[in-house]
Protein backbone atom coordinates (compact mmCIF):
# COMPACT_ATOMS: atom_id res chain seq x y z
CA UNK A 1 0.00 0.00 0.00
CA UNK A 2 1.36 3.39 -1.05
CA UNK A 3 1.34 6.35 2.41
CA UNK A 4 1.88 9.81 1.57
CA UNK A 5 5.54 9.04 3.44
CA UNK A 6 5.75 6.53 0.93
CA UNK A 7 4.44 8.71 -2.07
CA UNK A 8 7.52 9.39 -4.90
CA UNK A 9 7.77 13.40 -5.33
CA UNK A 10 7.78 14.90 -8.76
CA UNK A 11 10.30 13.88 -11.07
CA UNK A 12 13.57 15.90 -9.71
CA UNK A 13 11.47 17.37 -7.01
CA UNK A 14 14.39 16.11 -4.52
CA UNK A 15 12.77 18.64 -1.75
CA UNK A 16 9.76 17.51 -1.60
CA UNK A 17 10.79 13.86 -1.77
CA UNK A 18 12.78 14.57 1.62
CA UNK A 19 9.37 16.46 2.88
CA UNK A 20 7.74 13.57 2.99
CA UNK A 21 9.93 11.40 4.60
CA UNK A 22 11.06 14.03 7.21
CA UNK A 23 7.77 15.42 8.40
CA UNK A 24 6.21 12.14 9.72
CA UNK A 25 10.15 11.69 11.28
CA UNK A 26 9.75 14.89 12.76
CA UNK A 27 6.15 14.13 14.12
CA UNK A 28 6.63 10.90 15.64
CA UNK A 29 10.39 11.94 17.74
CA UNK A 30 8.42 14.95 18.70
CA UNK A 31 5.89 12.41 20.21
CA UNK A 32 8.61 10.74 22.10
CA UNK A 33 10.37 13.23 23.44
CA UNK A 34 7.33 15.43 25.44
CA UNK A 35 9.03 16.20 28.66
CA UNK A 36 7.34 15.81 31.69
CA UNK A 37 8.69 18.40 33.53
CA UNK A 38 6.66 21.67 34.40
CA UNK A 39 3.82 19.91 32.32
CA UNK A 40 4.12 22.48 30.02
CA UNK A 41 1.96 21.94 26.75
CA UNK A 42 3.45 22.77 23.55
CA UNK A 43 2.09 26.08 23.23
CA UNK A 44 3.67 27.35 26.29
CA UNK A 45 6.88 25.88 25.87
CA UNK A 46 6.94 27.65 22.32
CA UNK A 47 5.78 31.00 23.82
CA UNK A 48 8.43 30.85 26.60
CA UNK A 49 11.47 29.93 24.06
CA UNK A 50 10.29 32.36 21.59
CA UNK A 51 10.31 35.30 25.03
CA UNK A 52 13.87 33.08 25.71
CA UNK A 53 14.90 34.00 22.01
CA UNK A 54 14.09 37.76 21.00
CA UNK A 55 13.22 39.15 24.76
CA UNK A 56 9.77 40.97 25.85
CA UNK A 57 7.28 41.49 23.39
CA UNK A 58 3.75 43.05 23.19
CA UNK A 59 1.09 40.20 23.47
CA UNK A 60 0.03 41.20 19.57
CA UNK A 61 3.85 40.49 18.34
CA UNK A 62 3.74 37.20 20.15
CA UNK A 63 0.54 36.02 18.89
CA UNK A 64 2.12 37.10 15.19
CA UNK A 65 5.75 35.29 15.87
CA UNK A 66 4.08 32.04 17.55
CA UNK A 67 1.15 31.82 14.93
CA UNK A 68 -1.40 32.05 17.74
CA UNK A 69 -4.76 34.02 17.65
CA UNK A 70 -4.98 36.82 20.27
CA UNK A 71 -7.28 34.86 22.71
CA UNK A 72 -5.20 32.27 22.42
CA UNK A 73 -1.93 33.82 23.66
CA UNK A 74 -3.53 35.63 26.18
CA UNK A 75 -4.76 32.23 27.74
CA UNK A 76 -1.14 30.96 27.04
CA UNK A 77 0.80 34.54 28.83
CA UNK A 78 -2.07 33.88 31.69
CA UNK A 79 -1.67 30.22 32.43
CA UNK A 80 2.11 31.05 32.09
CA UNK A 81 1.93 34.01 34.34
CA UNK A 82 -0.05 32.20 36.72
CA UNK A 83 2.84 30.12 37.32
CA UNK A 84 5.67 32.64 37.42
CA UNK A 85 7.01 31.60 34.06
CA UNK A 86 6.14 35.04 32.58
CA UNK A 87 5.53 38.42 33.78
CA UNK A 88 3.88 41.49 32.31
CA UNK A 89 5.17 44.99 32.45
CA UNK A 90 4.35 48.30 31.48
CA UNK A 91 6.01 49.40 27.35
CA UNK A 92 8.65 52.34 27.91
CA UNK A 93 7.55 53.08 24.24
CA UNK A 94 3.80 53.02 24.74
CA UNK A 95 2.16 53.14 27.73
CA UNK A 96 -1.01 51.62 26.59
CA UNK A 97 0.76 48.78 25.87
CA UNK A 98 2.39 45.96 28.17
CA UNK A 99 5.25 43.97 27.41
CA UNK A 100 5.19 40.08 28.38
CA UNK A 101 8.88 38.49 29.21
CA UNK A 102 10.18 35.35 30.51
CA UNK A 103 10.78 34.81 34.11
CA UNK A 104 14.12 33.87 35.98
CA UNK A 105 12.09 30.79 36.74
CA UNK A 106 10.51 30.28 33.26
CA UNK A 107 14.54 30.76 31.79
CA UNK A 108 15.12 27.44 34.42
CA UNK A 109 12.47 25.13 33.32
CA UNK A 110 12.66 25.79 29.78
CA UNK A 111 16.70 24.83 30.41
CA UNK A 112 15.50 21.91 31.87
CA UNK A 113 13.25 20.99 29.78
CA UNK A 114 15.38 21.48 26.91
CA UNK A 115 17.99 18.73 29.08
CA UNK A 116 15.53 16.52 28.81
CA UNK A 117 14.38 16.62 25.53
CA UNK A 118 17.79 16.12 24.17
CA UNK A 119 18.60 12.74 26.55
CA UNK A 120 15.11 11.54 25.00
CA UNK A 121 16.41 12.05 21.54
CA UNK A 122 19.83 10.46 22.44
CA UNK A 123 18.22 7.63 24.14
CA UNK A 124 16.28 7.24 20.58
CA UNK A 125 19.45 7.38 19.12
CA UNK A 126 20.91 4.16 20.46
CA UNK A 127 19.57 2.29 17.63
CA UNK A 128 21.86 3.58 15.40
CA UNK A 129 25.53 2.94 14.37
CA UNK A 130 28.50 5.03 14.80
CA UNK A 131 28.18 5.69 10.76
CA UNK A 132 24.47 6.80 11.08
CA UNK A 133 24.92 9.15 14.09
CA UNK A 134 27.51 10.92 12.03
CA UNK A 135 25.22 11.22 8.95
CA UNK A 136 22.81 12.37 11.31
CA UNK A 137 25.27 14.73 12.61
CA UNK A 138 26.06 16.34 9.16
CA UNK A 139 22.42 16.74 8.50
CA UNK A 140 22.03 18.77 11.46
CA UNK A 141 23.67 21.84 9.98
CA UNK A 142 21.65 22.10 7.21
CA UNK A 143 18.15 21.52 9.56
CA UNK A 144 19.16 23.98 12.00
CA UNK A 145 19.72 26.83 9.00
CA UNK A 146 16.21 25.78 7.78
CA UNK A 147 14.70 26.08 11.39
CA UNK A 148 16.42 29.13 12.02
CA UNK A 149 15.70 30.68 8.62
CA UNK A 150 11.86 29.87 9.33
CA UNK A 151 12.00 31.54 12.96
CA UNK A 152 13.75 34.18 12.13
CA UNK A 153 11.80 35.41 8.85
CA UNK A 154 8.84 34.70 10.43
CA UNK A 155 10.05 37.27 14.13
CA UNK A 156 11.78 39.21 11.95
CA UNK A 157 8.85 40.75 9.97
CA UNK A 158 7.17 41.13 13.18
CA UNK A 159 9.76 42.82 14.81
CA UNK A 160 10.54 44.98 11.78
CA UNK A 161 6.80 45.93 11.29
CA UNK A 162 6.88 46.87 15.19
CA UNK A 163 9.75 49.14 14.77
CA UNK A 164 8.65 50.66 11.94
CA UNK A 165 4.99 51.73 13.50
CA UNK A 166 6.72 53.25 16.49
CA UNK A 167 8.86 55.17 14.54
Do not use: C
Not at 83 to 91: A, N, T, Y
Request: glycine content about 6%; proline content about 5%; overall charge neutral.
Amino acid sequence: MTTPATVPAAAGDARTAVAMRLTPAMLRIGRRIRPSSGDLAVGHFSTLATLYRYGAQRPSDLARIERFSPPAVTRIVGALEERGLVERRPSPDDARSTLVDITAEGRRLLVETRTEQAHGVAALLTVLDDDEVATVAAALDALEKVAREASNATARGVLEATAGSRA
